[in-house]
């Protein structure tokens, strides 16, 4: 079910339910970022990797991800140059900065999707942040042998810095320490992604924050969940603002914000960008759209 309010209404209403609400579980997806500046296609695209169109006929950087490089050398130079400039080479963009300053001071809690340190960079408690997809700053074995992760900065820079011809030098290569197979992301794309101790750390403590919070005046914020993973935040957001009357759903994603017809009148969807609504909540004065 979509709002009929229009967006001044939505945003006085979801002004009042940030200031009253006793604790704020968000849940962030890739709309997120993209509102951020983080656009995976477009000339953010072209401007970064317009050499790996041109050759490999890649077209986002989403797909390019996936796609079937004949070699390592190959395959690092494009993962070197996504890592770099998605996880080291920016800024925290505004829609994030806005929102730490949205709730700062109040009792919160983050499960998200996205893998670009946006979140921790900007600011928040990471003791109050769950990424469940992984980190691109992480690397694991590709096999994997075993159940722990690895800090990629440094190679990650070096390989970047040295690659040509869309390619890495062989000694580049990353292999685990322990078997001696090729690394990879440390990122949910099979039934090979390592959760580790940090993963089962973030895991626990948001079970526990929920369970604490249960029965509390909630407010689950959804921002830029899209369809591809529902089952991490949108379905658990709907069934838990379902079951506990005293919580009110929100969610705000630029064509795609809806809620179920059962907690329709606990519910504001906002069809718009997310980092305008954020950065209209910190207003006094709400312009009419």
């Keep these: 079910m979509k709002s009929t309010e229009n967006y001044s209404e939505q945003i006085e209403r979801l002004k009042k339910e940030t200031e009253s609400a006793d604790t704020i579980i968000i849940g962030a997806g890739a709309g997120m970022s993209a509102s951020a500046g983080l656009t995976y296609s477009g000339e953010r695209f072209k401007k970064y ?3 790996f169109q041109q050759k490999y006929g ?15 050398e190959e395959f690092w130079a494009w993962w070197s140059r996504h890592i770099f400039i ?4 920016t800024r925290a963009g505004s829609p994030y ?27 928040f408690d990471k003791h109050r942040l769950f990424y469940t997809q992984g980190d691109y700053g992480l690397w694991q074995c590709s096999k994997p042998c075993h159940n722990k992760t690895y800090d990629n900065e440094t190679a990650v820079r070096k390989m970047v810095q040295e690659q040509k011809d869309m390619k890495i030098p062989s000694e580049l290569i990353p292999r685990c320490p322990v078997c001696g197979k090729p690394m990879t992301m440390n990122l949910r794309c099979d039934d090979t992604f390592v959760q580790d101790e940090g993963w089962y750390s973030a895991a626990n403590h948001y079970d526990d924050f929920i369970r604490r919070h249960k029965n509390l005046k909630l407010l689950f914020l959804e921002l830029g969940v899209g369809g591809n993973t529902p089952v991490i935040i949108k379905y658990p957001f709907l069934k838990m603002t379902t079951e506990n009357p005293n919580a009110v759903y929100a969610c705000i994603n630029s064509g795609e914000a809806f809620c179920t017809n059962e907690i329709s009148d606990r519910s504001i969807c906002l069809n718009a960008d997310i980092g305008r609504v954020i950065s209209d909540l910190l207003q006094n004065h709400i312009a009419v759209a």
């Design 97 to 123: 900065r806005d929102l730490l300053k949205l709730v700062q001071d109040k009792d919160y809690f983050v499960i998200t999707t996205n893998v670009d340190h946006q979140f921790q960079l900007v600011g």
């Design 86 to 89: 998605n996880r080291y080479d």
């Design 49 to 51: 990797f317009s050499d």
């Design 58 to 72: 890649i077209t986002d950087m989403y797909s390019g991800g996936f796609y079937p490089f004949g070699t390592l």
